[in-house]
């Protein structure tokens, strides 16, 4: 059903206010049993009279000081501003809530990728070796996975070592890569690659200058792998071969699915 006209939206506002006459009510009540747009405003509208109260001061309104009686009829214009500013209020809660659920979206999703630095998942001084253990989630997945669910590559020219570990989802391909003998500074991606030629970045991350998993390295820090999860929206009965690609082009591994 379409939008209704501004007087039916005036009745639904004074409907909400309780400032109908019965006659007035009775016949917004019949025709409220047909129209779906009036209830769902009406739902909107419940509980106004608290934000009424709360408005009663708004410059140039007219409505009665706070605490005093709502028995007058309000103007027409008075109503409409009213489910105006009702529903802008709300809206903003509604954007506030849907704001707070997406930060808390990111910060769940974001939370393994983060803990997943140099090191492996170790922070610290790179200089020094110095480090402090943080949680590791995609290291801690890659050591569940079946070595059924593993494939591996160790590059003849770039002796870099790849391996991946995948799960599959009902939305696709969940994969952890750990990666050791490469140096830096790079910045890569780890991406799939369909039987049918599709791309898919499941990962990307920057490698700093001292590596992730070289065994004569001077610190921890460097002789780790790292473990960095991803996913794609891809099957293994899709998927072909999996890349570990610089930035710039540069092919470090290529793993054959």
């Known amino acids: 059903m379409g939008s209704p006209g501004p007087s039916e939206h005036e009745t639904v506002g004074a409907y909400a206010l309780g400032i109908l006459d019965d006659a007035e009510a009775t016949a917004f009540e019949a025709h409220l049993a047909t129209c779906e747009w009036c209830a769902q405003q009406l739902d909107e509208l419940a509980g106004m009279e608290p934000m ?30 009213l489910v105006d500013d009702v529903a802008e209020k709300r809206a903003q809660k509604r954007r506030r809530s849907f704001y707070m659920v997406a930060a808390a979206a990111v910060m769940i999703i974001g939370g393994p990728f983060a803990a997943v630095a140099a090191n492996g998942g170790d ?92 065994p004569d390295a001077k610190t921890e820090q460097a002789k780790n792998p790292l473990y960095i999860g991803g996913g794609v929206a891809m099957s293994k009965s899709q998927l072909d071969h999996i890349e570990v690609m610089t930035f710039d082009g540069k092919k470090l591994a290529q793993i054959d699915v």
């Open 52 to 81: 009424l109260a709360a408005l009663a001061d708004l410059p140039g309104s007219g409505t009665p000081a706070i605490g005093e009686s709502l028995s007058a009829k309000p103007s027409p214009r008075l109503v409409n501003k």
């Open 123 to 214: 922070s610290g001084d790179p200089k020094t070796g110095q480090q402090t253990l943080a949680a590791n989630p995609a290291q801690d997945l890659f050591k569940h996975i079946s070595p059924a669910d593993k494939v591996s590559v160790t590059d003849a020219t770039t002796n870099v070592s790849a391996t991946v570990a995948m799960q599959e989802k009902a939305w696709g391909l969940n994969s952890v890569l750990e990666l050791k003998g490469v140096k830096g500074p790079l910045k890569c991606s780890l991406i799939f690659v369909s039987k049918s030629g599709e791309r898919e970045t499941a990962a990307s991350w920057s490698v700093p200058k001292w590596g992730y998993g070289i």
